[in-house]
């Protein structure tokens, strides 16, 4: 899939990827908690004690938040047969900005953060371009 269609692989990667940020935080809660008590809980309500994992969390969701914009933007890409090396570099790099954003977040280096996010906006911005032909 990767030679033929470049940007619905690395958006597929990406979407593992994502799907995949919440293991460290809710591991971090059940060593917090322990097993049982931080399954059972009705609520949601229980805040992580740890810095680090609270940061993953909202790390995670950001990264979320993102997939909503990536995610249309490089099926179009692939739907409309618009692919070029310029699109699939920026669904590569998008997969190991997203990945630099999670671990940059987690560890609060914001200014690195701020500039890993904005690349990764970048990297949306070079398909939307495409799509609108400019």
């Known amino acids: 899939m990767q030679a033929d269609h470049p940007e619905l692989f690395w958006l597929t990667a990406t979407i593992i990827l994502t799907a995949l940020l919440w293991v460290p935080y809710i591991l971090q809660l059940i060593v917090q908690l322990g097993p049982v008590k931080a399954i059972w ?4 309500a229980h805040p992580h004690e740890a810095a680090w994992a609270l940061r993953a ?18 099926i179009m890409v692939d739907y409309l047969h618009l692919g070029t090396p310029a699109t699939a570099t920026a669904c590569a790099a998008y997969f190991g900005l997203r990945l630099a954003h999670y ?5 609060a280096l914001p200014v690195i953060r701020t500039l890993v996010f904005l690349a990764g906006f970048g990297c ?6 495409r799509l609108l032909g400019l």
């Open 57 to 74: 969390k909202k790390a995670h969701y950001n990264a979320v938040e993102n997939l909503v914009v990536f995610a249309p933007l490089a």
């Open 103 to 107: 671990i940059i977040y987690t560890l």
């Open 41 to 44: 809980d009705p609520t949601g």
């Open 124 to 129: 949306q911005m070079v398909l939307a371009f």
